[in-house]
Nanobody, 125 residues
Framework: QVQLVESGGGLVQAGGSLRLSCAASERAFSPYHMAWFRQAPGKEREFVAAQLWSGSTTWYADFVKGRFAIIRDNAKNTVYLQMNSLKPDDTAVYYC??????????????????WGQGTQVTVSS
């Protein structure tokens, strides 16, 4: 059982930056790909970004392209989401997730195997 622990959320003003962290509990951790989703109040959980664990391919939702970036530290079993130029619309609970099996659709939350508990990001105007 892989446990994912997110941290780094908080309150930031519009235009500011935050870096979210997602640490995996298992040492021999080698998922197929990992991703970040977010869920705003009253809305469905939506895809934000994903990356193959090899690092060869990265996907971003259109609304974060050019502002957010996935950064991996394989030695620490940790993945980061660097968020810049934050907007009030980015306010949500952010979740990291991994798929340990090959294949799957990175945009589909049902295709992931493990989820973190989420971390709140609030962007004030």
């Amino acid at each position: 059982q892989v446990q994912l622990v997110e941290s780094g959320g908080g309150l930031v003003q519009a235009g500011g930056s935050l870096r979210l962290s997602c640490a995996a509990s298992e040492r021999a951790f080698s998922p197929y790909h990992m991703a970040w989703f977010r869920q705003a109040p009253g809305k469905e959980r939506e895809f934000v970004a994903a990356q193959l664990w090899s690092g060869s391919t990265t996907w971003y939702a259109d609304f974060v392209k050019g502002r957010f970036a996935i950064i991996r530290d394989n030695a620490k079993n940790t993945v980061y989401l660097q968020m810049n130029s934050l907007k009030p619309d980015d306010t949500a609970v952010y979740y990291c997730t991994v798929r340990v099996r090959n294949g799957g659709n990175v945009y589909t939350r049902g295709d992931y195997d493990y989820w973190g508990q989420g971390t709140q990001v609030t962007v004030s105007s």
